[in-house]
């Protein structure tokens, strides 16, 4: 016999009051992330100690910066939903897990958008 | 609601020690650190953007010997979360459970990303010399 509501039941999303958004979402972002890593991490060293003008210059080519935009939005979402699992399986106390989760959000916001503005400048001037 | 300390299962302490459970807890250092390094990817990138003068100040920062070891770090970290998230995603469809498979594809993992490690770094000094 089940205490549930029907309503609970037809949701199916149990006790967490969440479905597999966050599982799925973490997977799909280490897929895309596979070849752009790859790719990114040796552009980068191929560029090892590259000057101003060089750097500038890879990273404003279209494909290079669209490419470099996937990326930086698949990795600050990724790394955002793993620091959120770390902080879920460390912190126990119920509000400094709170305010940590919230910190974290907040910084890795602040870091994907100030990335993803670097890249654009380069890109458009 | 209160907050109580409640009875906890046994961790650690009651299992021996075994490879793939060093596997996976360098999993999730990997992830940390390289949380760490996209904050300096974000620094690079920020400083790309500001202009010559401070792009060549972090040029400088990053090519110092101390630079350069948190970047081979950082490298190897990369292709280390890269090949065992591979290895994971293979555990999620369902493939690998059996212990020798584990074994195995953990022993390639560390293999793949030391070598991927390795490639980079002779991509980044033929850069350098050339």
Redesign the interface.
């Given at each position: 016999m089940s205490v549930r509501t029907p309503l609970a039941r037809a949701r199916g999303l149990g006790a967490a009051h969440g479905g597999t958004h966050h599982w799925w979402t973490q997977?799909a972002t280490?897929?895309v992330?596979?070849p752009l890593?790859?790719w990114f991490?040796?552009s980068l060293?191929?560029?090892?100690?590259?000057?101003?003008?060089t750097?500038?210059a890879w990273?404003a080519h279209p494909v290079n910066a669209v490419l470099a935009l996937v990326l930086i939005a698949a990795?600050?979402h990724h790394?955002h939903l793993?620091?959120q699992v770390?902080i879920e399986d460390y912190v126990h106390?119920?509000w400094v897990k709170f305010a940590t989760l919230i910190l974290q959000k907040f910084i890795t916001i602040i870091?994907g958008f100030?990335?993803a503005?670097?890249?654009l400048?380069?890109a458009l001037s | 609601?209160s907050?109580r300390s409640r009875p906890l299962s046994p961790h650690l302490q009651v299992y021996s020690f075994q490879w793939p459970m060093l596997l996976s807890i360098t999993h999730?250092f990997t992830?940390?650190g390289?949380?760490g390094g996209?904050?300096v990817?974000?620094w690079w990138?920020?400083a790309?953007?500001i202009?010559?003068e401070y792009?060549?100040f972090a040029?400088t920062i990053l090519?110092s010997w101390i630079g350069r070891l948190l970047l081979l770090g950082w490298?190897w970290a990369?292709?280390y979360h890269?090949c065992n998230?591979?290895r994971?995603?293979c555990w999620?469809a369902g493939w690998g459970f059996e212990i020798r498979t584990a074994w195995t594809t953990g022993m390639i993992v560390v293999v793949v990303s030391v070598l991927l490690t390795v490639?980079?770094?002779m991509?980044?000094?033929a850069?350098?010399g050339g």
């Open positions: 997977r280490a897929v992330m596979v890593v790859l991490a040796f060293a191929a560029l090892g100690p590259a000057d101003h003008a750097a500038s990273l990795m600050f790394l793993g620091l770390v106390s119920r870091f100030g990335a503005f670097a890249v400048k380069i | 609601m907050e999730r992830g940390v390289l949380a996209a904050i990817l974000v990138l920020i790309l953007a202009g010559p792009f060549a040029q090519g490298t990369t292709f890269l998230g591979i994971h995603l999620d490639a980079a770094w991509v980044a000094y850069a350098r």
